[in-house]
């Protein structure tokens, strides 16, 4: 494995990819939904964290939504298991091509 030498915020990585923060911040809210190391918490003296991926987490990510997206029965069914707010899921839906 090579060395980080930088990571992206979720913020950035979102306006990167083109996906929703809040449906990102629903994948890696949970460390075991991308391979160890991809997803880093930058503690900046704050109490909360922010989070940030490596590029392999960037990769690994799209390669997951893109696989999700494959039908709708798919992506339905992976929004019903990687997010838990159903507001959420359903804007996401709404913007979703039928």
Same mark, same amino acid.
């Given at each position: 494995m090579a060395t980080i030498t930088h990571v992206f915020t979720i *913020?950035?990585?979102s306006q990167? +990819?083109?996906e929703d923060l809040e449906l990102l911040q629903a994948i890696v809210s949970n460390d075991d939904n991308l391979s160890y190391g %991809? +997803? !880093?918490s930058v503690h900046d003296g704050t109490e909360e964290a +922010?989070? =940030?991926l490596t590029d392999d987490g960037i990769d690994e990510l799209t390669q997951m939504l893109a696989? =999700? #997206?494959r %039908? =709708?029965?798919k992506w339905n *069914?992976?929004?019903d298991d990687f997010v838990s707010d159903p507001d959420i899921i359903a #804007? !996401?839906?709404a913007k979703s091509p039928a």
């Open positions: *913020d950035h990585v990167m +990819i083109g %991809s +997803i !880093i +922010i989070t =940030a696989h =999700a #997206r %039908s =709708a029965e *069914d992976f929004l #804007r !996401i839906k």
